[in-house]
């Protein structure tokens, strides 16, 4: 399973409710974040080695994951090579010929294998919860959807729940043409109006405190619905209010507040690390709207060819800024961040960055 998504709206929350779950029915779990810049060969391989550890101590396992743990060795030693960042110790020597190929398709799979036949003979699962998965290099993609893929012809009781923005989908389907069909890839978006209101009032309602049918709408309307944007602007809404009922008024004298943190907190962050032609590109998005957009109406607003932009674009793709829903189309990975770019880069003085 693969949940897509934009940013803010529970992915994360979501992936480790149910890597709770997995660990509360005795399943063995990975925890990785991909971050940018970093091998999936290197976040793997400690989190394996623990859990095989834990395998070797099992009556049932322990020659399972011995054995897997030589794969482990021959795995990180061989492809040592190419990814430079695998850092990992050696409990046992590696075994010749076993996962120590050097072609990470081949030997992920191998390895996976390894760590499935010691958590069949366990009686368990290993469960890999990886999330910011788009971050992850395409052909590392492949060679993980291919090991899980063999997994599964196998039988073998190792699988993955990841998370990561939408144009996720897209990328494990150009990586591997049968990941739509080995994988579920479920939506999480906003939440429906009845599901955001209950968000904002049952808490609310624990803590022996009402809050006006007006106040809730209007944060509804406010945050669109998103989870994280709902936080913060019942955290402001609660702190601003002197009494219950929390009414309207609280809600609207909240909201800078709620802006602000959101300013700072979610939108700054992703802000300071654009360059300024990147900044620039986006401002363009977001004097056209929400979106999504067209790239030629997007050049046209800077006065580029779309052919002109095109680096421009896939370095704020490659860095979770944008996505392409359709072909040509450009849309912001950030909800409301259009609305944050006119805060932030206010009248038309973005227009002559670069001049």
């Known amino acids: 399973m693969i949940l897509v998504g934009l940013r803010g709206v529970g992915k994360t929350v979501l992936l480790d409710q149910m890597r709770r779950d997995a660990e509360a029915n005795g399943l063995q779990t990975v925890r990785i974040e991909a971050p940018e810049n970093r091998s999936l060969p290197a976040l793997l391989a400690p989190s394996l080695r623990l859990i095989l550890l834990h395998l070797s101590k099992k009556e049932a396992a322990k020659d399972y994951a011995v054995r897997a743990l030589r794969a482990l060795a021959g795995f990180a030693s061989k492809l040592k090579l190419a990814y430079h960042d695998i850092e990992v110790g050696l409990d046992y020597d590696p075994e010749p010929g076993l996962a120590d190929n050097g072609d990470l398709e081949l030997d992920l799979g191998t390895l996976l294998m390894q760590v499935g036949m010691a958590a069949k003979a366990d009686g368990t699962a290993v469960i890999l919860f ?60 906003p939440l429906s109006k009845a599901d955001a209101r209950d968000a904002i009032v049952r808490p609310a309602e624990n803590e022996e405190v009402k809050i006006e049918a007006p106040a809730v709408d209007l944060i509804v309307e406010k945050t669109k619905g998103y989870p994280y944007f709902l936080q913060e602007w019942g955290k402001h809404a609660w702190d601003v209010a002197p009494a219950s009922p929390i009414r309207n008024e609280d809600v609207v004298n909240a909201s800078d507040e709620a802006v602000a943190a959101l300013d700072e907190s979610f939108f700054r962050v992703r802000f300071d690390r654009l360059t300024p032609t990147e900044k620039k590109y986006l401002r363009a998005m977001a004097e056209l709207g929400p979106g999504p957009h067209r790239s030629g109406d997007i050049a046209e607003m800077l006065g580029r060819k779309v052919s002109s932009l095109g680096p421009t674009r896939a370095g704020l793709i490659a860095k979770g800024m944008i996505w392409s829903p359709t072909h040509g189309d450009t849309e912001f990975t950030v909800p409301l961040f259009d609305e944050f770019m006119k805060r932030i880069m206010p009248g038309d003085e973005w227009t002559r960055i670069g001049e």
Do not use: W
């Open 130 to 189: 990886i999330d910011e998965l788009q971050y992850v290099e395409e052909a590392q993609i492949a060679a993980l959807v291919a090991a899980l893929h063999r997994c599964a012809q196998e039988q073998l009781p190792v699988t993955i729940v990841g998370a990561g923005l939408p144009q996720l989908r897209a990328r494990m389907g150009e990586a591997k043409s049968y990941a739509e069909r080995l994988f579920d890839f479920p939506e999480i978006g």
